[in-house]
């Protein structure tokens, strides 16, 4: 989500006649976009606050302004503690940009507005992306779920749907300027709804729009996967068959105390469905180690769901209370320590299943869109399946956003090890 409002502010600063500059020290503006949905990425802005500090000490005619969640939350901490930083704006008020820098001109103050907008949507502004192969469009803002761990709601407001024509509008532009997969972005995406639009019908959609090779999106709330969005995932060529499925615990009692409205039977039975439909579908989730009050037994739940699901990848997280929301005031806080034994078991037990399942795509014969060159060799490509695995494999004919045929030869933990094939039919055809 961040990558996706850094680029819609470098698009605003293009149409202003900026340019954008890799170099901190070539820069005459400096944005600082944060993330305040966990304490470690906090932790990494302010370790970045001395560099900027000395940048304007030897520049002061620089400009620099804090962006996004944190500059929501904590915005009488930059303007108390950080005077060097000229302006704070929340992730509902990048329009003000242009004033911002026009008012820098006349008179060097402040500039604050982190106020939540109801509809801000930004429709019809057009982020500047690098060139590649994806383009990220975020199809809404904000959300309403009030996961009890969770800052979003109070730091990017509540949930908003952007219109199904400017969605069409951008994701067309992104394919003319050479984009040829999409994904589509959202707090908890399948929440879409404008007017009697529903996520289903949108992901439609935005699948037939020409020259796309591959939709995904990321990330859908699992209480509101249903059948329409499945037999859309199913019918649908370009929709990868992979789905980011959110567990975030496996005991109910953690379940309901995290808000997150669905029991462990439900999230099972939806995990079965998207097998009946989908066979072939990747599930990855989101899982936290240590949520306020979490017992032994409790853990041992989630560990349970993990082996009966068997994710093809999972993000895990030892939890980090966040100030101001409802968990953070729990006075059964887990153990540092505990938190994070737990979250090396998650690990080492997530690094089996990946490798197991990775292990039964040996001698399949899979399509991989080839994305950029291999760092492990400039003789090699590094694509993504279908499932979203990353497949590395010799150039052969092949080139960046080329579909290609590959057998898979080996698995090596995440990542799969293949050769060119020219026919699906025929595996032996191998160039």
């Not at 030897?58 to 302006?87: R, S, V």
Request: proline share 4%.
């Amino acid at each position: 989500m961040n990558v996706a409002d850094s680029e819609l502010v470098a698009g605003i600063m293009e149409q202003e006649g900026y340019q954008r500059t890799l170099s901190v020290t070539e820069a005459d503006v400096i944005f600082l976009n944060t993330c305040a949905v966990r304490e470690h990425a906090e932790e990494k802005i302010h370790s970045r606050f001395g560099v900027l500090k000395k940048l304007k000490s030897e520049k002061p005619d620089l400009l620099m302004g804090i962006l996004g969640c944190m500059a929501q939350h904590m915005k009488n901490e930059f303007l108390e503690n950080k005077t060097y930083i000229d302006f704070v704006l929340g992730p509902d008020s990048y329009r003000r940009i242009p004033e911002m820098l026009y008012r820098q001109k006349e008179q060097r103050d402040s500039f604050v507005d982190t106020r939540l907008s109801r509809y801000e949507l930004y429709d019809h502004l057009f982020p500047s992306r690098k060139v590649g192969i994806n383009a990220w469009v975020s199809i809404m803002r904000g959300c309403d779920k009030f996961c009890t761990f969770c800052i979003v709601p109070f730091t990017r407001g509540r949930e908003r749907s952007r219109s199904v024509e400017g969605i069409v509008e951008e994701v067309t532009k992104a394919v003319e300027d050479g984009f040829v997969e999409i994904t589509l972005l959202g707090q908890n995406v399948n929440s879409y709804r404008y007017g009697n639009v529903r996520f289903p019908e949108l992901l439609n959609t935005v699948a037939q729009i020409p020259g796309i090779l591959r939709v995904r999106f990321i990330s859908p709330h699992p209480q509101e996967v249903d059948d329409d969005l499945l037999f859309v995932i199913r019918d649908r060529a370009s929709i990868c068959k992979s789905i980011h499925l959110p567990l975030q615990a496996g005991a109910d009692r953690i379940l309901k105390r995290m808000n997150r409205t669905y029991t462990q039977v439900r999230y099972l039975s939806i995990v079965d469905r998207i097998r009946q439909l989908i066979p072939d579908c990747s599930i990855s989730t989101d899982i936290i180690t240590g949520f306020p009050g979490e017992t032994r037994d409790e853990f041992e739940e989630t560990l349970n769901v993990m082996e009966i699901v068997r994710f093809d990848s999972a993000f895990t997280f030892k939890y980090s209370p966040r100030p101001g929301t409802k968990a953070a005031e729990y006075t059964d806080q887990v153990p540092e320590e505990e938190k994070q034994n737990r979250l090396e078991e998650l690990i080492t037990l997530q690094r089996k299943h990946t490798l197991t399942n990775n292990l039964r795509e040996v001698g399949k014969i899979v399509e991989v869109l080839v994305e950029k060159e291999s760092k492990k060799s400039q003789l090699m490509w590094a694509g993504r399946t279908d499932s979203n695995k990353w497949v590395i494999f010799p150039k052969g004919y092949a080139n960046i956003k080329d579909m290609v045929n590959v057998t898979i030869t080996a698995a090596s933990g995440v990542t799969l090890l293949g050769r060119l094939t020219k026919n699906l039919e025929y595996a032996d055809e191998i160039v």
